[in-house]
């Protein structure tokens, strides 16, 4: 009996290595993403969109995940503390800046060691702007020149 479930347990781990229930690449997942470390920030940007041919398809996610061993903190002069830009090549086509209404109090946004900041993204629905094809950016980024900021291209077909 023992070597029967040995055998099944072994079947069973084969098996599941070989699945692709959970796909970790690009191309399986057709997600773009893109990430880097800065001053103990781990910075993320994931564009979960898929088909993009207008602005109002663009759905993403910026994280900020503290790798360090202290509190981070940045200080900001409004209740704004986050934005986020599309572009083609140097064209401005949406700067989430220009359509903010900010709390005139001062805030700040703490991050704990091990902790993950989520912010969603996605483009004012009313503004159906139809994209042309080609390349575009996806730049998000902290306000106030916190030098926080990561970008992800992708293209409208």
């Known amino acids: ?10 079947i069973f781990l084969f098996t599941a290595c070989e699945s692709n229930l959970f796909p970790t690449s690009k191309s399986e997942t057709e997600e773009n993403y893109t990430s880097k470390v800065s001053d103990g920030l781990e910075i993320e940007l994931l564009l979960e969109s898929d ?16 790798i360090s061993e202290h509190d981070l ?6 209740g704004c503390q986050t934005g986020y830009q599309v572009k083609k090549r140097e064209n401005n086509i949406y700067d989430s800046t220009e ?7 001062t805030s700040a946004m703490n991050i704990a060691p091990g902790e993950t900041k989520t ?19 996806l730049r998000a980024f902290l306000l106030e020149d916190h030098e926080v900021e990561i970008s992800v291209s992708f293209e409208v077909e």
């Open 1 to 10: 009996m023992k070597a029967i479930s040995t055998v099944f347990l072994l």
């Open 51 to 66: 088909r993009i041919s207008a602005l109002h398809d663009i759905q993403a996610v910026f994280s900020l995940t503290n």
């Open 73 to 78: 903190t940045y200080d900001f002069p409004s």
């Open 99 to 105: 359509d903010m209404v900010c709390t005139m109090a």
């Open 119 to 137: 912010i969603e993204i996605s483009p004012d629905h009313t503004k159906n702007t139809n994209l042309e094809t080609g390349t575009y950016t």
